[in-house]
């Protein structure tokens, strides 16, 4: 945390320079950036937490993302899909600044998937059944992981995610049906306790 | 090649052989519309998409650089422009929000609306004792509590303007507004959750520019809104958290 937050420091002065110029205009290229911050930092977070699998990772990861996505505002040319351009710096800082520190600090701690981020509901049954769910999902490999969050999550398509993942679309399938294979036990236990409910 | 819904089906289940799951995957390659398809069928994206809509519960914080130079108050051009600036702004966070993903919080939708005060708005309000009595009245009764008048009385540094009853979702959520020193206009918000809505501790956070500082206490909501993002909310922080702790 402390390097990252050295690091935002640093953009500070320079960041309030160009918003004065920007002052009185059209949407700028910030605005647009601190829109879609506000916009999407629920998705960027969960994404955060999707490729280090820990959720005080994914709070540091989205702060340093957004600090970044606004240094950056100027390379934005269309206000469309800053979503994807968001999840991209997510990722590039994990893979290049985040995560040798993470994974070395979570095979110390054998760190458990972070499952009382599932709220407490009314329905028990439902709820564990989240919970199971949650489980599996966070224990996927990384790449599958991220992949599920970004295609069943949210809502992206195989090409986009293959675009966002730099793999190709065929990477993007393969990695979802690994996935459903590992998940198939928990759904099915689901489907079967449904029949129980319904009385049949 | 055409593939049937069962076919597609089968894939999704991993239920196909090697040549079936290789002949699929190249056409999809080729053909949005199928992708489309294979992706409406799947059953397993709406189960996972469900139990991670809600992760995290709350909106995560993010800290950001000032948007822009403070404002000072030597009026003239420059503050026009200010003003210029904070319509753009807004208009902006309108559009995104129009096309926002996720339900706003009750917190959000109070700083927006608050968001839109200026000194005007509460300058020539009528908060004569008589006016606050029926409006703390109508207030009260809405919410199942009380407002603590004479404690709002008392707030360190700020004029009581108004309370004025709104809703978020079947909810009554009172508005307090109160003018500071300079006759800027703040807020003290107050929502009836529900009994069983989680407690929570004090959250600072700027939400559509106003510093906001929010909590939640026996079923209650409570919020604070100052006039820009760098209003400091410490003292009224405290003064409230004591005086609405049970």
Not at chain 2, 47 to 56: D, I, L, R, T
Request: charged share 20%.
């Amino acid at each position: 945390m402390s390097v990252l937050t050295t690091r935002a420091r640093s953009v500070e002065s320079k960041h309030t320079q160009v918003a004065i110029y920007s002052m009185g205009g059209e949407i700028s290229s910030e605005q647009a950036v601190r829109g879609a911050i506000q916009m999407h930092s629920k998705r960027v977070w969960r994404f955060g937490l999707a490729l280090s699998g820990a959720s005080d990772v994914a709070d540091d990861l989205l702060q340093s993302t957004c600090l970044r996505a606004l240094e950056r505002h100027h390379q934005v040319t269309s206000h469309d899909r800053l979503d994807s351009w968001l999840m991209t710096i997510c990722r590039s800082i994990w893979l290049n600044e985040v995560r040798a520190r993470s994974v070395r600090k979570a095979q110390a701690l054998s760190v458990t998937p972070e499952a009382d981020l599932i709220a407490p509901g009314n329905d028990s049954e439902t709820n564990i059944f989240a919970t199971e769910v949650f489980t599996q999902v966070m224990q996927l490999p990384e790449a599958q992981r991220e992949t599920v969050m970004l295609v069943f999550v949210e809502g992206y398509s195989y090409r986009e995610a293959a675009a966002l993942l730099e793999v190709p679309i065929g990477t993007i399938m393969s990695r979802l049906s690994n996935a459903r294979q590992k998940l198939k036990t928990v759904m099915q236990h689901e489907a079967a306790d449904a029949v129980r409910r319904s009385g049949k | 090649m055409k593939f049937s819904d069962e076919t597609l089906m089968a894939y999704l289940e991993g239920k196909l052989d090697e040549a079936e799951i290789r002949a699929i995957e190249s056409a999809v390659e080729a053909d949005p519309a199928l992708e489309q398809r294979l992706m409406a069928l799947d059953p397993f994206a709406p189960v996972v998409q469900a139990v991670f809509e809600h992760v995290p519960a709350e909106a995560p914080q993010v800290d950001l650089p000032q948007p822009m130079a403070p404002a000072t108050p030597a009026g003239g051009g420059l503050r026009l422009l200010a003003v210029a600036a904070a319509v753009a702004v807004v208009a902006v966070s309108a559009t995104f929000w129009a096309t926002r993903p996720e339900p706003l919080g009750w917190a959000q939708q109070a700083a927006i609306y608050q968001s839109l005060y200026v000194p005007d708005t509460i300058a020539s309000l009528d908060n004569s004792a008589q006016t606050l009595d029926a409006q703390f009245a109508q207030a009260e009764a809405q919410l199942g509590r009380s407002l603590n008048r004479e404690e709002l009385e008392a707030l360190p540094g700020m004029e009581l303007k108004r309370a004025q009853v709104l809703s978020f979702k079947g909810k009554p959520l009172i508005q307090v507004v109160f003018a500071d020193a300079q006759g800027q206009p703040f807020a003290f918000c107050v929502i009836r959750q529900g009994e069983g809505a989680p407690n929570k501790d004090v959250t600072q956070a700027v939400l559509s520019g106003l510093a906001t500082a929010t909590w939640a206490q026996d079923g209650y909501g409570y919020m604070l809104i100052g006039s820009d993002e760098q209003t400091d909310l410490s003292g009224q922080l405290d003064f409230l958290a004591t005086s609405f702790a049970s």
